[in-house]
């Protein structure tokens, strides 16, 4: 068994955490590689003799790992998409931040999450993700996102125009804000938080969501994946962002975005049989009465 390691910070009180991960690794047989900014970050903190098993690209674990861990909260599960890429690499999250509805494992389950995974005692949730396309390549190579792509208003108070078409034929122009086109993974995300609704993982669906809408009769809208969602942004300010996930640019009104189901899946391991609508239930606390 051999795993990936990655992770943005690491405070004092993690440091014991992440050496335990790597005893139990070693415990069961397997050997680990760290990301290297991590690795570096992790060697100036902890006591443990490394040893140099360090990777910063893709390449470097193409078909040489089997699971990448990530060690943090939701935002540095995100990361991972951008390491793992096409590759297959089944990522598991140890969640040491807050809400953890992507890092599944807390930071107690650690052993129990690696006997799981070297015994194979666990199950593949595969994830759908948007890919973008542009006139002009604002994102290089990682034009994909597991969660949404995002476009909002910059440096001003004025809204935005945002023409929106489904392969071609005119949907409507919000005013607002700003757009989400969001994944069912993303669907729970910040889409949710503007009034969007949650979406079944293999819905095979994207969910349109309007920012702060000027026209108040405009709502969110479910449409097919096998759609392409083609967008135009004008407004009085010359330049606007863009989001895919948490990477953000800045753009201009000569920017055309389209929006399309990418060919390839991001695999999250799930264990104990955990699945999405316990994590609903857990972690939005779903359909649960808090007023006794």
Excluded at 75 to 99: A, E, H
Excluded at 155 to 161: E, F, K, L, R, Y
Excluded at 182 to 210: E, H, K, M, Q, R
Aim: with cysteine; net charge neutral; charged share 20%.
């Amino acid at each position: 068994m051999r795993i990936a390691i990655y992770g943005r910070n690491i405070s004092d009180e993690i440091v014991p955490l992440v050496e335990l991960l790597l005893d139990e690794i070693e415990k069961a047989g397997g050997t680990y590689i760290i990301f290297e900014s991590y690795h570096s970050l992790f060697r100036q903190k902890s006591k443990r003799k490394f040893k140099n098993n360090i990777f910063g690209s893709t390449d470097e674990i193409r078909r040489q790992v089997d699971f990448l861990l990530s060690i943090g909260g939701d935002g540095t599960m995100l990361d991972t998409v951008t390491i793992v890429q096409n590759t297959g690499i089944p990522v598991l999250g140890v969640n040491t931040g807050r809400l953890g509805f992507l890092s599944s494992v807390s930071i107690d389950e650690i052993a129990h999450a690696i006997d799981c995974l070297s015994k194979g005692h666990y199950a593949l949730d595969k994830r759908a993700l948007l890919k973008l396309e542009t006139n002009r390549q604002i994102f290089g190579d990682i034009n994909y996102a597991l969660n949404e792509l995002t476009i909002h208003k910059k440096d001003s108070s004025s809204m935005i125009n945002i023409h929106t078409y489904l392969n071609g034929e005119y949907l409507t122009t919000y005013w607002a804000d700003g757009l989400i086109i969001a994944t069912p993974t993303g669907s729970t995300g910040y889409s949710l938080s503007c009034g969007g609704p949650i979406v079944a993982p293999a819905s095979g669906n994207f969910v349109i969501t309007p920012i702060a809408p000027h026209n108040l009769n405009v709502r969110p809208i479910v449409v097919s994946d096998k759609n392409i969602v083609s967008l135009e942004v004008e407004g009085r300010s010359q330049y606007f962002l863009a989001s895919l996930d948490s990477r953000s640019v800045t753009i201009d009104s000569t920017i055309q975005f389209a929006v399309r189901r990418e060919d390839f899946t991001f695999n999250i391991v799930r264990i104990d049989n955990q699945n999405f609508l316990q994590t609903l239930r857990n972690k939005l606390m779903w359909g649960m009465d808090r007023r006794n």
